[in-house]
């Protein structure tokens, strides 16, 4: 959104009315909205979700916080320019469908961002409270869920507008929130789109990664429900570049096609002992787990439910596993970081849930050998312990290992969790398309087409690791760019 | 969703499918493998295509009886829908033309040897085929076999059907008497170590397919890992072959034995 067209919503009158019935002073004078949470103690041990949301009248309280500034910096904290002031102001006056209405209009998935952005780094980060006051930012992330959650449940949920159908057929690879936006922007224009998916559930990685207690599946359905609404189409249980090629497509008259199939291939650490049975990916472990039910007693797939969990990693993925064997009814279950609390990428609130679910923080140690029983199964691990030197490329402090601080830690179950790789499918069933030497897959950024022209793709395939907001945000990106492309092909 | 279209039983305990899925039908190659899940509270399991029918839209899965999801398909019919199969996966069989080629099929492996077999002889290979079972009930698709191959021998451990032996018994009388240039072993892990080293005495090139456990088939999970030449690698996306020389089978072994415990429980749930 422009700055011109945020600053002439600015001065409407009843932001102007609004802004004069508080002063300053007194809207500053609050203290932020505290999230309902479950207990602790309880809630470790189901998938209920964690977070209940903001009851109306503190959302409303919440809203009044915010100043309504003529420079809105919290807007250049989000990669997708939410108009954040204006959805605000909507709650401030108990419009909560004409909030919801205003994320809509950057945002495809306000209820999932809403609980999985990180808003500390982002929006929050730059709204003037953090930035000037050195007070605790607007909630912003817990207003977006309240919004959402309120168009969600009133039943009155908005379906967007769609342009009168053009008869073009578009092709989205892969159902992870790239490939969501993406659609959706393209069935507004009018083209016919259908959404290819590997899996045998809509989603990606927000249905086969991120736990139910953080978000749950219903959020997500209503959105796809949306989206099938508008005209969508969905095709499960079909890999492009296998079930059928490219060129299969384009002669079943695909024009464009987005790829977004994210970066589902995990990593490993390549150290001894790592194939051990009980020692995982962290895409396995949620996969049996959200994906497959394995925790539910009457589905097929198991899982192991280790007593003692050790799961290395400290991002979100590394949050969601520990917390996840928790649940199974782990008596430990800890994270091993090489780095200290500080430098942990997962969001803030999903570390303080943890630490308030009982997880251990093993910070400042790597694992160096697994060691397994006559069994194969693991049964310890050596760990080594770090300490912090020189900042590194990416600003923070290098980990450095501590000579003779070595030890054995028992263990039945580790999840390895240190990030994710390019899934491989498409850069290998396509000789032409250019790669990056992480395979990537390279694109102009303005309109996200790759080396090959009727070839668009985002989301972690571009980027390998990285958000929900930044998927989607590209996916916004490739529909403007695909349009413009299909538009001057069929001139 | 996938209808049966034909089912025929080999045996008590291995039949063949035939299911409606034309898209897969059009783009698999031998070696190809799907993976399928019964029902919604089923597993995902890999299944090797033994064979396709792209005019009819059908592809061929030949299932024998091992456990909760084995045992939970075969007892499923002729218009029976299976809630989900994709595909193809995995890396199709290098064919090419070698000379002759052993292939070596143990038990469950003899399924998908099948569309190898077939692939290598319409190649132009001289192919022998030695087909190995506990008992004559296990030996499957013993004339298919010899439809493709020069000569099929086959081993029974108790003697029930072709000679009493092992199938390493077959491999090393084949290699005693011609110049084989390439192997192909499937079955069991064991089986299949034991194949590779009979292979490896006389440095015969030989290709094994491996049937880890796997959970997506699409290299997202690494449920399917193994040890190939001290690396890592994914049997679905890097295999199911592999240089059967290369490959650590003592810890594939290990390693499939992983949910021993789950899946009494579970098959005992399922009689229940
Ligand atoms: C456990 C976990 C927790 C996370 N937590 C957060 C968080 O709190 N906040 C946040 O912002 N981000 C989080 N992330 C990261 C975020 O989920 C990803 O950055 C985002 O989902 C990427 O979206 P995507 O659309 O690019 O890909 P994905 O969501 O990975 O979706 C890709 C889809 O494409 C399918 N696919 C792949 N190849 C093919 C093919 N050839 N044909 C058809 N389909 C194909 C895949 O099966 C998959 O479903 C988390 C990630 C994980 C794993
Ligand atoms: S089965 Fe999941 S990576 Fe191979």
Known sequence: MDKETIKAERTQEWRLDLRKQIKAKERTAGIRAKMTERDPNVRNKNSDEVNMGLARELAVAEAQRCLDCANPTCINGCPVGINIPKFIKKIEVEDFLGAAKVLKETNTLPAVCGRVCPQEKQCEAQCFYTLSLKKD??????????????????????IPEVAEPNGLKIATIGSGPAGLAFAADMVRFGYDVTVFEA?????????????????????????????????????????????????????????????????????????????????????????RVNLMNAAKEDYDTPVFSGKSVAVIGGGNTAMDAVRTAKRLGAEHARIIYRRSLTEMPARVEEVKHAQEEGIEFLNLNNPLEYFADKDGRVKSMKLQKMELGEPDSSGRRRPVP??????????????????????????????DLEVTRWGTIVVDKESMQSSIEDIFAGGDIVRGGATVILAMGDGRTAAAGMHEYVQNKNK | MSKIIEKEFFSENVARFEIDAPEIAKSRKAGHFVIIRIDEKGERIPLTIAGSNPEKGTITLIVQKVGVSSAKLLALNEGDDILDVVGPLGKATHIDKVGTVLAAGGGVGIAPLLPIVRAFKEAGNRVITVLAARNKDLIILEEQMRKYSDEVIVMTDDGSSGRKGLVTHGMEEVIGREDVNLSVAIGPAVMMKYAALTTKKYNIETLASLN?????????????????????????????????????????????????????????????
Not at chain 1, 138 to 151: K, M, N, S, T, Y
Not at chain 1, 202 to 217: A, C, D, M, S, T
Not at chain 1, 405 to 429: A, K, M, R
Not at chain 2, 223 to 231: L, M, P, Q, S, Y
């Open chain 1, 199 to 287: 899996l045998h559930e809509i989603g990606g990685v927000l249905k086969y990664g991120i736990p139910e207690f953080r978000l749950p599946n219903t959020v997500v359905d209503v959105e796809i429900d949306n989206l099938r609404k508008m005209g969508v189409k969905f095709v499960k249980n079909f890999i492009v570049g296998r079930t059928a090629s490219f060129d299969d497509l384009r002669k079943d008259g695909y024009q464009g096609f987005f790829v977004a199939s994210g970066a589902g291939l995990p990593n490993f650490m390549d150290i001894p002992g790592e194939n051990s049975i009980g020692i995982f990916s962290s895409n396995e472990y949620l996969t």
């Open chain 2, 212 to 272: 880890t456990i796997m959970v997506d088939g699409t290299g997202m999970c690494g449920a399917c890992r193994v040890t190939v030449g001290g690396k890592t690698k994914f049997v679905c996306v890097d295999g199911p072959e592999f240089d059967a020389h290369q490959v650590d089978f003592d810890e594939m072994l290990l390693r499939l034995n992983a949910y021993k415990q789950e899946e009494v429980d579970a098959y005992e749930r399922f009689l229940k």
């Open chain 1, 402 to 431: 501590i000579e003779g601080s070595e030890y054995e830690l028992e263990t039945d179950t580790v999840v390895v969790s240190v990030g994710v790789s390019p899934n491989p499918l498409i850069p290998q069933s396509l000789k």
């Open chain 1, 137 to 158: 930012p607007v909630a912003i992330g817990f207003l977006e869920r309240f919004a959402a959650d309120f168009e969600q449940n009133s039943g009155e949920m908005s």
